[in-house]
């Protein structure tokens, strides 16, 4: 069974940074899609970015130009540079994938990103 673990989340000051990990407990090439996305408390989840296998990245207006995608394929893992944070950026943030051949959707647990001063 396929797991995808985060880390790297935690309190940050307005205007700084942070650095999320995801690694894929097998080959990240087994996902035709990967991608970065927030759940707010009592909201939906939002796309914060998401990039397919050949590179193409759609990212979420509110994080261009602050937030990069990127990964490490000999390490199986996913990042997402996050630059200039802001209060609004604060919230629970997942790693999730899809199956390259199956569809099948595959989430991370989840890590904590808390904004504050």
């Known amino acids: 069974q396929v797991q995808l673990v985060e880390s790297g989340g935690g309190l940050v000051q307005p205007g700084g940074s942070l650095r999320l990990s995801c690694t894929v407990s097998g080959s990240i090439f087994s996902f035709g899609r990967m991608g970065w996305y927030r759940q707010a408390p009592g909201k939906q989840r939002e796309l914060v970015v998401a990039?397919?296998?050949?590179?193409?990245?759609n990212y979420a207006d509110s994080v261009k130009g602050r937030f990069t995608i990127s990964r490490d394929n000999a390490k199986n893992t996913l990042y997402l540079q996050m630059n200039s944070l802001k209060p609004a950026d604060a919230t629970v943030y997942c790693c999730?994938?899809?199956?390259?051949?199956?569809?099948?959707?595959?989430w991370g647990q989840g890590t904590q990103v808390t904004v504050s001063s």
């Open positions: 990039e397919t296998n050949g590179g193409r990245t």
């Open positions: 999730g994938g899809v199956a390259a051949c199956s569809n099948e959707d595959y």
